[in-house]
């Protein structure tokens, strides 16, 4: 039962457009991350926030933002979407221990 | 900071067979370990995790190992099944209790393909 919550699942959308990506989770986790997986599976780290008003730039460079008003919500937003942020974007969040992953949002840039 | 390895890469077995992912952390500070299976078009889904105070743990066909000394932790399936076909990570953390907030890290993946 997935208690993390990812809206799209897919989006196809055109070069230039602005995008958000929704995550909302019902666990009352203060830490939440946002993770870019391409086909070669691997899992890179792009922001984390651990806790409202609280967000960091993660391990592999981004041009996304996020924002961290509300505990349950960690949303990621490109500006100005290119054929390059095509990819698998994966929300997590977690209390301490290992985290609870979303279903993930399949973006693809035309 | 912490790096985890993790081989194979990919890994085919025939189903009934067991199959043995393997990772290896650089910092001996980490107490934490768990294990993800990802299917395809998911989410990892946590399957089973160590901590530093235990050598193994066993939940039915899965079983995790972990060897302090060498830093090195493992995944075994036995009797694999097609359901078990998934992409696996590793990761590796030092959890405090109270104090610093620490970041999964993560190994970088096998694919398991198990053939009927």
């Known amino acids: 039962e997935a208690d993390i919550y990812q809206t799209p699942r897919y989006l196809v959308i055109g070069t230039g457009k602005k995008i958000t990506l929704e995550c909302s989770q019902t666990m009352g986790h203060d830490k939440m991350y946002w993770y870019q997986q391409d086909p070669g599976m691997e899992l890179h780290l792009i922001h984390y926030?651990?806790?409202?008003?609280?967000?960091e730039k993660g391990d592999l460079s981004s041009e996304s933002t996020v924002s961290r008003i509300r505990t349950e919500h960690f949303p990621l937003t490109l500006e100005s979407a290119r054929p390059s942020h095509t990819s698998q974007y994966l929300c997590?969040?977690?209390?301490?221990?290992?985290?609870?992953f979303g279903s993930g949002t399949r973006l693809t840039v035309v | 900071g912490e790096n985890v390895e993790q081989h194979p890469s990919t890994l085919s077995v025939q189903e009934g067979d067991s199959a043995v992912i393997k990772c290896t952390y650089s910092?001996?500070?980490?107490?934490?370990f768990p294990w993800y299976k990802q299917e395809l078009g998911k989410g990892p889904q946590l399957i089973i995790d160590i901590r530093s105070n235990v050598g193994e743990k066993k939940d039915q066909r899965i079983a995790v190992t972990l060897n302090k000394t060498a830093k090195h932790f493992s995944l075994h399936i036995t009797e694999t099944q097609p359901e078990d076909s998934a992409v696996y990570f590793c990761a590796a953390k030092l959890m405090n209790y109270g104090g610093a907030t620490n970041k999964l890290i993560f190994g970088t993946g096998t694919l398991l393909a198990v053939q009927p």
């Open positions: 997590a969040s977690s209390e301490g221990g290992g985290y609870t």
């Open positions: 926030s651990y806790g409202v008003n609280s967000t």
């Open positions: 910092d001996s500070a980490s107490n934490y």
